[in-house]
């Protein structure tokens, strides 16, 4: 059980919801009631609901690569909503800078979960549409951006997809997104922070954004000595991605 989270079912399905608003979000966890198509989210389409706090976004539980076509929203013994719940309700409730968590639901088939997690919706676009619109500017935000990873960083996390899509940039500032594959121990060491940042350099690449935009988010970070060969392996990583069939 998660502290202020209560569990509730319906047909195979569980659903473990924030307290204050279980009703709304079970039913649109459990039921779909209230929900919409709010664009996309990671490989599949968000839903949009009502609840007593304002509006969720629900994400589905989706494979990548090759295993997509053989088991595509089933992974094995394996309960990854209930798993991002709890790490993501650790970050927010330590004040972290990620949407409020709302809840997960799974179903278990055998040996297979499948699932989705609602998380509450945020007044902000993706870091790659804000630079579109705005630009580095004076680099605040995006110093900012780098504070933000820097403390996630400190606090043992690992985030497993760092990219410009996994940042918001809102009113208020950075978010960070999408804890599905992220992990936490006692201490991050450098290699597992270079990944990440690097991880987010080619994503900025990627994009057509300069090389600035990483040196300013690298300015916000702080202090770091990130071993070169992370970098060399990613840009590798990089122009193999760029050669694959689409």
């Known amino acids: 059980m ?4 209560v569990l509730r079912s ?3 399905k569980r659903a473990m919801v924030r307290e204050e608003w279980a009703d709304d979000i079970a039913a649109a966890l459990l039921e779909g009631r209230g ?7 990671g490989r599949g389409a968000l839903l949009r609901f009502s609840y007593g706090g304002g509006t969720g976004l629900i994400r589905r539980y989706l494979r990548g690569g090759v295993v997509r076509w053989v088991l595509r929203d089933a992974y094995v013994l394996h309960n990854r909503p209930l798993r991002e719940l709890r790490l993501h309700v650790g970050l927010y409730d330590e004040g972290l800078a990620v949407p409020v968590p709302l809840g997960a639901v799974w179903q278990r088939r ?6 989705a997690i609602a998380t509450g919706e945020v007044d902000a676009v993706d870091l790659l549409a ?3 619109g705005h630009g580095a500017g004076d680099g605040a935000v995006l110093r900012e951006c780098g504070r ?3 403390r996630i960083h400190d606090g043992g996390v690992f985030h497993g997809d760092l990219q410009v899509g996994n940042i918001l940039v809102g009113a208020e500032g950075p978010y960070l997104i999408d804890f599905d594959k992220a992990t936490r121990r006692a201490a991050l060491d450098r290699v597992k922070r270079a990944q990440n940042l690097f991880r987010l350099r080619r994503s900025l690449e990627k994009n057509g954004l300069t090389s600035d935009c990483f040196r300013l988010i690298c300015e916000g970070y702080g202090d770091q000595s990130l071993p070169d060969w992370v970098g060399r392996v990613y840009r590798v990583k990089g122009r193999l991605a760029d050669l694959a069939p689409r």
């Open 148 to 150: 933000l990873i820097r």
């Open 130 to 132: 804000y630079l579109e």
């Open 110 to 115: 055998g040996l297979c979960f499948r699932g």
């Open 10 to 12: 319906h047909e195979g």
């Open 35 to 41: 929900c919409e198509p709010a664009g996309l989210g």
């Open 2 to 5: 998660i502290r202020d989270f």
